[in-house]
């Protein structure tokens, strides 16, 4: 019923800048939230940052400062700018949402993209 479509990352040095974005499309109603999650290898897939509808934003410490989370309500699109990027960074990029979709019942959960390299060199 939903898809979310990723895109960006890819490989950077240190210090360098790389940006991700997310669409998501189907029987949307409404987007209650967006997010940016990364697992790295041998890790807990943990939150790098949300923006819900209502404008309320959470960065994880780690990248506070270096990384923004953006959002295109006429495109149902979440982008992830980041900058500064350390090697610590080096992981796969999920992006989450929490719909709500209309079908024959209205549905509120959780998607998940397919996830998105991000390497960075030192």
Do not use: H
Not at 4 to 10: A, D, I, N, Q, Y
Not at 22 to 36: K, V, Y
Not at 100 to 115: A, E, S
């Amino acid at each position: 019923q939903v898809q979310l479509v990723e895109s960006g990352g890819g490989l950077v040095q240190a210090g360098g800048s790389l940006s991700l974005s997310c669409t998501a499309s189907g029987n949307i109603f409404s987007i209650n939230a967006m997010a940016w999650y990364r697992q790295a290898p041998g890790k807990k897939r943990e939150l790098v940052a949300r923006l819900t509808s209502n404008g309320i934003l959470n960065y994880a410490d780690s990248v506070q400062g270096r990384f923004t989370i953006s959002r295109d309500n006429a495109k149902n699109t979440v982008s992830l700018q980041m900058n500064s990027l350390k090697a610590e960074d080096t992981a796969v990029y999920y992006c989450n949402t929490d719909i709500t979709v209309v079908g024959v019942t209205t549905v509120r959960r959780d998607y998940w993209g397919q996830g998105t390299q991000v390497t960075v060199s030192s």
